[in-house]
């Protein structure tokens, strides 16, 4: 008895904080018709992710944090014209496209070009800018007196996946094509670190590179030295799904802003951008200009990056942090629950009755399916298919919390059901006979004699899939759920500081999952010293009981 109370508190303490994470992340209410446009928040200068609403930024669906940069302020201007408020939807490169055409957001205005290939899925408007290729590279490296593609030969050059910045490379004569890379976060990373030569880009995220690190310094290119590209190609345009009936209004806005306003709006947002190196370090590469419309400053300090974006980004990566809790939390609870109804059905004895045969094998054979299917794929992969599948098949609108808790839930349950009808099996067969014995139902023996010994038997195990969820949910950035490695990325992507954000992050991914399996350690030695001087099974318990009775 002391064993059951030990866990049904625990169960009702964990079901209690999952319920108050829960309500606290649910939710997004307004009273005006909305404007939901999708970008990344993390490539300033077009767009980035800060702490407050400061210079016009917007606030985040799902999210304490703000959205700002060059494509906030024309979202912000179209939202007005169309009298509708505006929302951002924050999610990873690859998920822009399959949240516009599920219907998850209205408009994509993330620094997108209107290449030939996307315009086979997503319908644009007129062109809102223009920008020029460059190359960003390592200021410490070989190539930063380069003047042209010719000086790249050998070069490891890379750029974001399924963008024309990645197709131009092949336009460098000897280069070292590198895969492509999801995300310009982990380009920086990958370049800070030795790891490539370059990346391409666009002028003005180059501009802000190299001005925020001085590790990085931008290669711009004279006229038939550079990239040959179309108009297409270094145009940009916002994202519609097609036959969108705003789409002529959003044009005739469009056109209402002339070229002049545009370059003072993109100067303005790089002004604007946060600002994370005020360590005083000298960056002879950027020329006057750039730092000037940057805006940097020189104040110094000796107060170590680690501890410093520690200090100033703790609340984001306590919310991140909160919400991994929550997910891999609830996930595991659920995936457990559906593990042990799964695995009791599963050794149950075949029913005699044709009927109920026929049903017990129908079952059978779809958990296997599901089972196999959640076991055999990737979770991001299941992320993509049943968030945005889900919309664009059957016209389902998930909030992005709750699909992040059903996948994490339903894929744990595949591998749990596994665990839980082996656990079963490992109970002695002597103990369903001697709970048979004393008349004890079906029920009665699974709940009073096999269910507490398969949950301290599999509680390792659980314990162990707990962990695993608080790092699985990482993937879970590519639906827009701000959970802890995506705060660090918008941090990492708005302070070029990649090694000491993902340390801070590193270190709090350790603690979570440390202090999840030291409190998991309790209970188990809870258990076993409850259960100490004695392992008789409960039904044996039962039935020198009710001997005894019978003797007397």
Same mark, same amino acid.
């Given at each position: 008895?002391?064993?059951?109370?030990?866990?049904?508190?625990?169960?009702?303490?964990?079901?209690?904080?999952?319920?108050?994470?829960?309500?606290?992340?649910?939710?997004?209410?307004?009273?005006?018709?909305?404007?939901?446009?999708?970008? @990344?928040?993390?490539?300033?200068?077009?767009?980035?992710?800060?702490?407050?609403?400061?210079?016009?930024?917007?606030?985040? =669906?799902?999210?304490?944090?703000?959205?700002?940069?060059?494509?906030?302020?024309?979202?912000?201007?179209?939202?007005?014209?169309?009298?509708?408020?505006?929302?951002?939807?924050?999610?990873?490169?690859?998920?822009?496209?399959?949240?516009?055409?599920?219907?998850?957001?209205?408009?994509? $205005?993330?620094?997108?070009?209107?290449?030939? @290939?996307? %315009?086979?899925?997503?319908? *644009?408007?007129?062109?809102?800018?223009?920008?020029?290729?460059?190359?960003?590279?390592?200021?410490?490296?070989?190539?930063?007196?380069?003047?042209?593609?010719?000086?790249?030969?050998?070069?490891?050059?890379?750029?974001?996946?399924?963008?024309?910045?990645?197709?131009?490379?092949?336009?460098?004569?000897?280069?070292? %094509?590198?895969?492509?890379?999801?995300?310009?976060?982990?380009?920086?990373?990958?370049?800070?670190?030795?790891?490539?030569?370059?990346?391409?880009? @666009?002028?003005?995220?180059?501009?802000?590179?190299?001005?925020?690190?001085?590790?990085?310094?931008?290669?711009?290119? +004279?006229?038939?030295?550079?990239?040959?590209?179309?108009?297409?190609?270094?145009?940009?345009?916002?994202?519609?799904?097609?036959?969108?009936?705003?789409?002529?209004?959003?044009?005739?806005?469009?056109?209402?802003?002339?070229?002049?306003?545009?370059?003072?709006?993109?100067?303005?947002?790089?002004?604007?951008?946060?600002?994370?190196?005020?360590?005083?370090?000298?960056?002879? +590469?950027?020329?006057?200009?750039?730092?000037?419309?940057?805006? =940097?400053? /020189?104040?110094?300090?000796?107060?170590?990056?680690?501890?410093? $974006?520690?200090?100033?980004?703790?609340?984001?990566?306590?919310?991140?942090?909160?919400?991994?809790?929550?997910?891999?939390?609830?996930?595991?609870?659920?995936?457990?629950?559906?593990?042990?109804?799964?695995?009791?059905?599963?050794?149950?004895?075949?029913?005699?009755?044709?009927?109920?045969?026929?049903?017990?094998?129908?079952?059978?054979?779809?958990?296997?399916?599901?089972? @196999?299917?959640?076991?055999?794929?990737?979770?991001?992969? =299941?992320?993509?298919?049943?968030?945005?599948?889900?919309?664009?098949?059957?016209?389902?609108?998930?909030?992005?919390?709750?699909?992040?808790?059903?996948?994490?839930?339903?894929?744990?349950?595949?591998?749990?059901?596994?665990?839980?009808?082996?656990?079963?099996?490992?109970?002695?067969?002597?103990?369903?006979?001697?709970?048979?014995?004393?008349?004890?139902?079906?029920?009665?023996?699974?709940?009073?004699?096999?269910?507490?010994?398969?949950?301290?038997?599999?509680?390792?195990?659980?314990?162990?899939?707990?962990?695993?969820?608080?790092?699985?949910?990482?993937?879970?950035?590519?639906?827009?759920?701000?959970?802890?490695?995506? =705060?660090?990325?918008?941090?990492?992507?708005?302070? *070029?500081?990649?090694?000491?954000?993902? *340390?801070?992050?590193?270190?709090?991914? *350790?603690?979570?999952?440390?202090?999840?399996?030291?409190?998991?350690?309790?209970?188990?030695?809870?258990?076993?010293?409850?259960?100490?001087?004695?392992?008789?099974?409960?039904?044996?318990?039962?039935?020198?009981?009710?001997? /005894?009775?019978?003797?007397?």
């Amino acid at each position: 008895m002391t064993n059951k109370r030990t866990i049904t508190i625990f169960w009702s303490l964990v079901l209690f904080l999952s319920s108050f994470f829960l309500l606290t992340n649910l939710g997004y209410a307004a009273d005006k018709e909305k404007f939901t446009v999708g970008m @990344e928040a993390g490539y300033p200068p077009f767009n980035w992710t800060q702490k407050d609403d400061s210079n016009g930024a917007v606030p985040i =669906q799902g999210s304490k944090d703000y959205a700002g940069g060059y494509d906030v302020k024309i979202a912000q201007k179209i939202a007005d014209d169309l009298d509708k408020e505006l929302v951002i939807f924050k999610t990873e490169w690859d998920g822009l496209a399959p949240a516009l055409t599920s219907g998850k957001i209205d408009a994509i $205005i993330a620094g997108m070009s209107p290449t030939a @290939e996307r %315009k086979k899925t997503v319908d *644009f408007t007129d062109v809102y800018y223009n920008s020029n290729l460059v190359m960003l590279v390592n200021s410490e490296g070989n190539f930063t007196d380069a003047k042209s593609l010719a000086d790249f030969k050998d070069a490891k050059i890379t750029g974001q996946l399924n963008t024309f910045h990645y197709s131009v490379i092949d336009q460098i004569p000897g280069v070292k %094509k590198q895969t492509a890379m999801d995300n310009f976060p982990a380009m920086r990373v990958a370049l800070e670190s030795g790891k490539i030569d370059g990346y391409v880009t @666009e002028r003005p995220e180059g501009v802000t590179a190299q001005t925020l690190n001085p590790k990085f310094k931008m290669i711009e290119f +004279e006229a038939g030295k550079g990239f040959n590209t179309s108009p297409d190609d270094t145009a940009i345009a916002i994202g519609l799904r097609y036959n969108d009936p705003d789409k002529a209004k959003i044009n005739q806005l469009l056109a209402s802003i002339s070229a002049d306003d545009r370059t003072k709006l993109m100067d303005q947002a790089i002004s604007q951008q946060p600002n994370m190196d005020d360590n005083g370090s000298e960056q002879d +590469e950027v020329n006057e200009a750039d730092q000037a419309i940057v805006g =940097q400053t /020189e104040k110094k300090s000796n107060e170590p990056w680690v501890i410093r $974006i520690a200090r100033e980004n703790g609340k984001a990566f306590l919310r991140g942090a909160g919400t991994t809790l929550l997910i891999s939390l609830v996930g595991t609870i659920v995936g457990t629950i559906i593990g042990l109804a799964i695995g009791i059905f599963r050794t149950l004895k075949k029913p005699t009755n044709t009927v109920a045969r026929f049903f017990n094998k129908l079952l059978n054979i779809l958990f296997s399916v599901y089972i @196999e299917i959640f076991r055999g794929t990737p979770m991001i992969v =299941q992320a993509m298919v049943i968030y945005y599948g889900s919309a664009q098949a059957f016209n389902i609108d998930i909030n992005p919390l709750v699909a992040a808790l059903f996948i994490v839930s339903i894929n744990t349950g595949a591998y749990m059901t596994e665990i839980i009808r082996g656990g079963i099996y490992a109970v002695d067969k002597g103990q369903f006979e001697a709970a048979e014995a004393i008349g004890m139902t079906h029920a009665q023996t699974m709940w009073n004699v096999v269910i507490p010994q398969v949950f301290r038997n599999t509680l390792p195990a659980i314990g162990n899939e707990f962990v695993i969820n608080i790092k699985d949910t990482s993937v879970l950035n590519v639906i827009a759920v701000s959970e802890l490695y995506f =705060q660090a990325k918008t941090v990492a992507g708005s302070n *070029f500081r990649f090694f000491d954000t993902f *340390f801070v992050v590193c270190v709090i991914y *350790f603690v979570m999952t440390f202090t999840v399996t030291r409190i998991l350690r309790y209970i188990e030695r809870r258990i076993d010293g409850n259960d100490s001087g004695s392992h008789m099974s409960y039904a044996n318990q039962m039935q020198v009981q009710e001997t /005894e009775k019978r003797g007397a």
